[in-house]
Antibody, heavy 123, light 107 residues
Framework: EVQLVESGGGLVQPGGSLRLSCVAS????????MDWVRQAPGKGLEWVGR??????????EYAASVKGRFSVSRDDSKNLLRLQMNSLRAEDSAVYYC??????????????WGQGTLVTVSS | DIQMTQSPSTLSASVGDRVTITCRAS??????LDWYQQKPGKAPKVLIY???SLESGVPPRFSGSGSGTEFTLTISSLQPDDSATYYC?????????FGPGTRLEIK
């Protein structure tokens, strides 16, 4: 069974840093692009960033709202996805989901999601 | 960035009704669009990808159509379990963008 389990959320002060983790199981993690998506309380979904797989150079993409502050990384040996968040702002408060991008050719939809971890940025 | 809009923002319908949600992109995205269903407190779940392909395990009452800038998600016969918020998402170009969502309520 495919599982994605996020952790690392919590309360952090504005300007602070936090690192989220997403542990994958039940599939070959290294075969998939992985994304982070967030959802502020009562709001819609917002894509945060992506990291490609080794074959694609582990390159990454980011939303403009987090570029330069957030960084996505992965450790395929540990089936681990990370999101390093620096210079946090109140508007970064959200539930953060990790999402698996399908390995099926010709499409890039999210075929599995974690349960989410809540980040609250407040003094 | 490609902007996504959805209409209506909320929708109330009865069990058995045929329901259609529309998603529009600010520029052509070919068929690089998918649809997600999200229930309160849960992660989203994909229903349709590549505009019209039904994800495995999703009931066939869900269907998608469209290309370019206009897309629709149709539920052919609404069921009580379909009460949720529905989001479209474009993945034609970065940044990937979601629509604002359509909240579907069962009367």
């Amino acid at each position: 069974e495919v599982q994605l389990v996020e952790s690392g959320g919590g309360l952090v002060q504005p300007g602070g840093s936090l690192r989220l983790s997403c542990v994958a199981s039940g599939f070959t993690f290294s075969d998939h692009y992985m994304d982070w998506v967030r959802q502020a309380p009562g709001k819609g979904l917002e894509w945060v960033g992506r990291i490609r797989k080794r074959r694609n150079g582990y390159t990454s993409e980011y939303a403009a709202s987090v570029k330069g502050r957030f960084s996505v990384s992965r450790d395929d040996s540990k089936n681990l996805l990370r999101l390093q968040m620096n210079s946090l702002r109140a508007e970064d408060s959200a539930v953060y989901y990790c999402a698996r991008v399908t390995a099926a050719p010709g499409t890039f939809h999210f075929d599995s999601w974690g349960q989410g971890t809540l980040v609250t940025v407040s003094s | 960035d490609i902007q996504m809009t959805q209409s209506p923002s909320t929708l109330s319908a009865s069990v058995g009704d045929r329901v259609t949600i529309t998603c529009r992109a600010s520029q052509s995205i070919s068929t690089w669009l998918d649809w997600y269903q999200q229930k309160p407190g849960k992660a989203p779940k994909v229903l349709i990808y590549k505009a019209s392909s039904l994800e495995s395990g999703v009931p066939p009452r869900f269907s998608g159509s469209g290309s370019g800038t206009e897309f629709t998600l149709t539920i052919s016969s609404l069921q009580p379990d379909d009460s949720a918020t529905y989001y479209c998402r474009q993945y034609d170009s970065y940044p990937v963008t979601f629509g604002p969502g359509t909240r579907l309520e069962i009367k």
